[in-house]
C-alpha cells in the first residue's frame, strides 16, 4: 500500500474478489464507487500481478490478500474440488485481514461487492460492532440458490444488512423471488470509467483510431464492421455472430466482424468460421487491453453481444458494461432480451433488443442495422446520452447516521 495523505478517517472497508488493474466489468464498478467517497474508502482485494504502482497512486489505500496466479492456475486446473478450495481459502484470508483492518482504522460499514464468500461477511457481523451492505450482480446470486444449507445462512446474511445492492433490475427481481427478507433493496447500475479510455478528450481521436484498426487488419473504410467484446464463453454468444455472416454477406453487404477476447471456445469459434468460409470477414484481434480496446470501439460501427442463459454452467448476464461502452464511443447495439441487459440497453434507443432464442430476429436485426447507417447514428447518438448517467452509492447510508 502507498502512502494516502489526502484519507484521514475512512470507514467504509469496501471488500472484492476482482479489482483494477485487473480488466472487467465488476472491476470498474468497484473502483467506481471507491473514487465516488475515496476519503472514507478502504479497499480490500486479491492479490493481481504489477499492482503496486496502480495501488500507491490511488486517494485511498488498498490491501490485498495472498491469491498468486500459480495458485488460480492450480484451482482452474483442478474444476470443482478446486473452485471450492479456492473458496475457502479467499473466504478466511478476507475475513481475517478484515478483522485486522477494523483494529487499524475503526471502520463503521463494510460494503462487501459480490454474494461469494459471504460467510465470511456474516461472521464478521458477529464479532465486529459494524454495520454492512451486500452488493450482487447475477452469477453470485445463483450460486447462493442451490443448496438448502447455503440459501439459509445467505438468507439470513441478507436479512442482517443494512441494505442489499443489486447491479440490475433483474438481479433485483431474481433476489426477491427467491429468498425472503425485508432489508431494503437498492438498484445502482455500473457506469463506466472513462478515464481507462485516456478519458473523454479520447472522442477527439475517434477518427485517427478508427482509420489505425481499419488499416491494421485491413478492413476498407467503408465496410460496416461488427464488434464483439468479452470472454470468449458460450453464453456471449459470438458464435451467433458468425453464423450470420454468410446471411449479411448474400445480401452484398461489404461486412466484417471483429472479436476482442480470448477464452475457452476461441478453437471452436476459428473452426466456425473455417468451417462457414468467413476467415476473410472475421477477425480474431485476441486481448485486448483497456488502453486500446477504445480504438476498436472507435473502429466499429455497431456492437453484438446475443448472451443468452447457459443451463449447463448456470450462467447468465447479471448487465453487461460493454453496452455502455460502446454507447460512449456512439456506437449502437445488439443484444438480448436477457437478465439484467435490459438495464443496459434500451430497445429503439440505444440499440435493439432480441429474443435469445429467436436466430431469425437477431438476423433481421442485425441486417437492419448494418444497412441502416442513419438509424445506427441515431441510436448511436442515444448511446452517449445514457452512457454519462451516474447513481451516486452514497444513497444506501441516506437511512443511516454518516
Known amino acids: ?21 485487473e480488466p472487467g466489468g465488476i472491476q470498474d464498478y468497484v473502483y467506481n464507487r471507491c473514487l465516488q467517497d475515496p476519503q472514507r474508502a478502504i479497499a480490500l482485494t486479491a492479490s493481481a500481478p504489477d499492482t503496486k504502482n496502480f495501488d500507491a497512486d490511488q486517494p485511498f489505500p488498498i490491501y490485498r490478500w495472498f491469491a498468486p496466479k500459480f495458485l488460480h492456475d492450480f484451482f482452474a486446473r483442478t474444476g470443482l474440488w478446486g473452485g471450492i478450495i479456492k473458496q475457502i481459502l479467499y473466504l478466511i484470508e478476507s475475513w481475517a485481514i478484515a478483522i485486522g483492518l477494523f483494529f487499524r482504522y475503526r471502520y463503521r460499514y463494510i460494503e462487501w461487492f459480490h454474494g461469494y464468500d459471504f460467510p465470511a461477511l456474516l461472521l464478521l457481523s458477529y464479532l465486529l460492532p459494524i454495520r454492512y451492505f451486500i452488493y ?25 444488512a443494512e441494505g442489499v445492492i ?52 485491413n478492413i476498407p473504410d467503408d465496410a460496416v464492421v461488427i464488434l ?38 476461441e478453437s471452436e469459434l476459428k473452426a466456425l468460421v ?37 443451463a449447463e454452467v448456470k450462467s447468465i448476464e447479471g448487465f453487461g458494461i460493454v453496452y455502455l461502452e ?24 440505444n440499440g435493439l433488443l432480441v429474443d435469445p432464442n429467436s436466430p431469425t430476429e437477431f438476423a433481421d436485426s442485425l441486417l437492419l442495422l448494418c444497412q441502416d447507417k442513419q438509424l445506427r447514428t441515431k441510436l448511436g447518438r442515444k448511446g452517449q446520452e445514457i452512457a454519462s448517467k451516474q447513481t451516486p452509492h452514497r444513497i444506501i447510508y441516506q437511512p443511516l447516521p454518516l
Open 136 to 160: 450482487l450482480h447475477g452469477d453470485d446470486l445463483l450460486c447462493s440458490d442451490r443448496h438448502p444449507i447455503i440459501r439459509a445462512l445467505f438468507t439470513r446474511t441478507l436479512q442482517r
Open 326 to 349: 460502446a454507447g460512449f464511443f456512439g456506437k449502437p447495439v445488439i443484444a438480448s432480451r436477457l437478465g439484467g441487459v435490459e438495464d443496459a440497453v434500451c430497445h429503439g434507443e
Open 1 to 21: 500500500m502507498g502512502t494516502h495523505s489526502k484519507v484521514t478517517t475512512p470507514d467504509i472497508l469496501i471488500v472484492s474478489r476482482v479489482f483494477p488493474p
Open 228 to 265: 464483439s467484446v468479452g470472454r470468449l464463453v458460450r453464453r456471449k454468444g459470438f458464435d451467433r455472430v458468425i453464423a450470420t455472416l454468410p446471411q449479411l454477406l448474400a445480401q452484398n453487404l461489404d461486412v466484417y466482424y471483429l472479436i476482442c477476447g480470448r477464452g475457452a471456445m
Open 274 to 310: 473455417q468451417q462457414l468460409g468467413v476467415e476473410q470477414r472475421t477477425i480474431f484481434a485476441g486481448y485486448v487491453p483497456d488502453d486500446r480496446l477504445s480504438s476498436y470501439y472507435a473502429a466499429c460501427d455497431l456492437l453484438a453481444m446475443p448472451t443468452f442463459y447457459d
Open 166 to 217: 443489486c447491479n440490475s433490475d433483474f438481479t433485483c427481481n431474481y433476489l426477491k423471488t427467491r429468498f425472503q427478507f425485508t432489508t431494503p433493496t437498492y438498484t445502482i447500475n455500473p457506469t463506466i470509467r472513462v478515464e481507462k479510455f485516456g478519458g473523454q478528450t479520447i472522442l477527439d481521436s475517434a477518427a485517427n483510431l478508427r482509420a489505425e484498426v481499419r488499416k491494421a487488419h
